[in-house]
């Protein structure tokens, strides 16, 4: 089955800041083209987690203000794996994984046996030395463009924030009057950069799965967030709703569980990444036994592939010198509805209905939307 391919340097999400800041008359220098948005003094991004471009074809009625915005051309891409780590920090920073290193929900830490989330981070790991790279975010604020997030507050100063969005003033907002009204005030100066993130549908998607009432529930929520958000600012700010991946539903009968399957851990020092796109970080010389063990038992549920095979087929971008230990020996990306979990490293995955992180079309193509 045919995967789709990040499109960086085109329509993916490294390229959504950049694209926004010659809309804005402050190109970047050293990024690529990217996409044409209309010219404006003001933009507000506004990212959904979880929605993606085919969930909102599928559900659309659900979603009537967002639905009006599709038009040619409408999609992008999210980087690989298609995770939220990964994605707000292309975002934030114009980059690829390759190059900011966020390259999955979990990683290795170079040198170690332990792995960093990138969602709940360690105190141990300084976020500015992980990802050392000024952000876009920044690079913006300091040519004059007043560049803000606003973000739940529990978000504020946590390692995936300082990795992606340092540079931008942070405005904690939990609520979605809190929200609007923080993008509205941010959003008056010119030129400017708001980014607004809402969580909530990526949540209730991996508990309850993209088929469900509350899913379809929270999405009509997020419509009318939007439509009122865009109610609320001045004609001359555009608005820009893009997402960071889409999600899969995993029914029970479609997961591997590694620790219950003869030989899936031989070899396997340590085992990383995320049930729908896994790093494997093998035993000295085991590479090769680990790609056939693997392709054997999943056969075509999964793409198994070399480090060197996956970074060939450009799934991260030019990746750094000092990422790639961070890269799994193996990589695993789930293919359908599979999912391989582990019930002894990642017990609590196997509670998510929702999942997302490998290639398939469902989970990397994202809706990108001007209002």
């Known amino acids: 089955m045919a995967f789709t391919e990040p499109a960086y340097g085109d329509r993916s999400l490294a390229d959504v800041v950049p694209s926004v800041a010659r809309a804005l008359g402050v190109p970047l220098d050293g990024h690529p083209a990217g996409f044409v948005l209309p010219d404006a003094s003001s933009y507000v991004v506004f990212l959904v987690d979880g929605l993606g471009a085919e969930l909102l074809a599928r559900y659309g009625h659900v979603a009537p203000y967002l639905s009006s915005l599709v038009a040619g051309g409408s999609t992008g891409t999210a980087g690989v794996p298609s995770t939220t780590a990964t994605s707000l920090t292309s975002l934030g920073t114009g980059l690829t994984p390759g190059a900011h290193g966020l390259v999955g929900f979990t990683a290795r830490i170079p040198g170690t046996d332990r792995l960093l989330n990138h969602l709940w981070w360690d105190k141990d790991i300084d976020p500015l030395e992980w990802q050392p790279h000024p952000t876009a975010l920044g690079r913006l604020s300091r040519a004059g463009v007043h560049v803000t997030a606003v973000n739940k507050r529990d978000f504020d100063g946590s ?208 809706p990108i939307l001007v209002g």
Do not use: N
């Not at 009204?181 to 008056?188: E, I, K």
């Not at 993209?210 to 555009?238: G, H, K």
């Not at 029914?251 to 031989?266: K, L, T, W």
């Open 159 to 366: 390692g995936l924030t300082l990795a992606s969005q340092r540079g931008a003033t942070y405005v904690g907002a939990d609520r979605v009057g809190e929200r609007i009204a923080a993008t509205v005030s941010a959003s008056a100066h010119h030129p400017s950069l708001t980014y607004v993130y809402d969580s909530d549908l990526d949540w209730t998607g991996h508990k309850f799965g993209v088929a469900s009432t509350q899913w379809l529930q929270q999405l009509a929520m997020v419509d009318a967030e939007a439509e009122q958000m865009r109610e609320a600012l001045p004609a001359s700010t555009r608005l820009l709703v893009v997402a960071d991946h889409g999600m899969i539903d995993s029914p029970r009968e479609a997961r591997i569980d590694v620790d219950e399957v003869h030989g899936m851990r031989d070899g396997v020092s340590l085992l990383g990444g995320e049930a729908r796109f896994r790093h494997l970080y093998c035993s000295a010389r085991a590479v090769p036994d680990v790609v056939d063990t693997w392709r054997e038992v999943l056969g075509d549920r999964a793409t198994v592939l070399t480090r060197e095979d996956a970074i060939a087929r450009g799934w991260f971008g030019a990746v750094q010198p000092s990422v790639l230990p961070r890269l799994g020996d193996v990589m695993v990306a789930c293919q359908g509805d599979t999912a391989v979990m582990s019930s002894r490293d990642f017990a609590y995955e196997d509670t998510l209905v929702g999942l997302h992180g490998s290639l398939t079309s469902t989970e990397m193509l994202i």
